[in-house]
């Protein structure tokens, strides 16, 4: 079977019982009747916008400020989908300046410009970090050894005001083997630190069930899951810039509850649909690539490659 022959290439979109991925330009959707009605009803946007690559992507991308401006077009649509107190995490990726071993300044000018354009608070600079990562770009860190590997994005943690709902116990980390130790022994630590902290060791005492969770966050991008084995099955390229599932449903366990309702504007291979769906939210995501959406039933199938009854795929021809 060649790529093209999958029985999903004519997908247009599919719905689950929580949620529904739809073909289509993101910014006509908003824009559209059915866009218009999401109104102030998005608790949690999870989002990783095409990045101003100089190599590009299988999916296509801009550069310069054509990017900039692209990406702003997005940012008052966004707002407009948000409750108040609703969160939008958008990614943005690192580029470096053709031919030289230098970090382009587009994404960061991107980011403030999206911002400014939509009026949105920065509640929080959040650093995901893929220590999985291979060595790269490869001609200043393999080759020629002059910089050091890039394994890291920027997301940014954007509210309508700083008002944003949150709880940090929601995405709690398991403690460190130190920690458990201190909870076991009941150890008071409590005094002045070299760095003139006051330390209250009693607190050490209460287990909270976890410790809080920082603004690195390190998971690694791997791993063979039911997905890879869909779009095996079916022929069909993987998306070549997944998220981290695991990034996705932290973002949401932190700022939504169940029932809540989750949108990405560039939903690729659903990652953020598949975690809102593991997490009992409602969800809505859009994809340009009719492709895409068809390896992304596979976030949704069993083991055996078998869609849930209550995922109903819809086609271009009916
Ligand atoms: C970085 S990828 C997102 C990957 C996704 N987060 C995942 O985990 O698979 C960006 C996606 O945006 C899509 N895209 C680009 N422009 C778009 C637009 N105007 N409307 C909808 N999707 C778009 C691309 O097809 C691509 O799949």
Redo the contacts with the bound molecule.
């Keep these: 079977m060649s790529p093209l022959q999958s029985q999903y290439l004519d997908i247009n979109g599919y719905t689950t019982t929580l949620g529904e991925m739809r073909l289509?330009?993101?910014?006509e959707?908003l824009e559209s009747e059915d866009g218009h009605a999401l109104k102030e009803s998005v608790s949690t946007i999870v989002?990783?916008?095409?990045?101003p690559l100089l190599s590009e992507?299988a999916?296509?991308n801009l550069e310069g400020k054509e990017y900039i401006d692209w990406l702003c077009s997005f940012a008052q649509p966004l707002r407009e989908i948000m409750k108040p107190d609703g969160s939008l995490f958008i990614?943005i990726g690192n580029t470096w300046v053709s031919g030289e071993p230098a970090m382009s300044m587009v994404p960061l000018k991107a980011l403030m410009a999206f911002a400014e354009s939509g009026n949105y608070t920065i509640c929080q600079h959040l650093i995901y970090h893929n220590p999985a990562r291979p060595p790269g770009p490869a001609s200043w860190v393999t080759a020629k050894r002059l910089r050091l590997k890039d394994d890291f994005t920027h997301w940014f943690w954007l509210g309508k005001s700083a008002d944003v709902r949150a709880d940090n116990s929601a995405v709690l980390k398991e403690y460190s083997p130190a920690m458990t130790r201190l909870l076991d022994k009941k150890l008071d630590t409590s005094g002045t630190r070299p760095s003139a902290h006051k330390i209250n060791g009693k607190n050490f005492f209460k287990d909270n069930g976890g410790s809080i969770a920082g603004s690195v966050i390190s998971i690694p991008n791997t791993g063979w899951d039911n997905y890879h084995r869909w779009c095996t099955n079916e022929e069909i390229a993987a998306?070549p810039?997944?998220?981290p599932f695991d990034l996705?449903r932290f973002f949401i366990d932190l700022t939504s509850t169940t029932g809540d309702l989750i949108f990405?504007?560039?939903?690729?291979?659903?990652?953020?649909g598949a975690a809102a769906e593991v997490l009992a939210r409602r969800w809505m995501t859009?994809?340009?690539?009719s492709q895409?959406i068809a390896g992304?039933l596979g976030r949704f199938a069993d083991e055996s490659g078998t869609l849930p009854i209550d995922l109903k795929v819809s086609r271009a021809n009916g």
């Design positions: 289509g330009d993101s910014l959707f989002t990783s916008p095409p990045f992507k999916y296509g990614e998306h810039a997944r998220m996705a990405d504007p560039f939903g690729g291979s659903n990652t953020v859009v994809d340009l690539e895409y992304s």
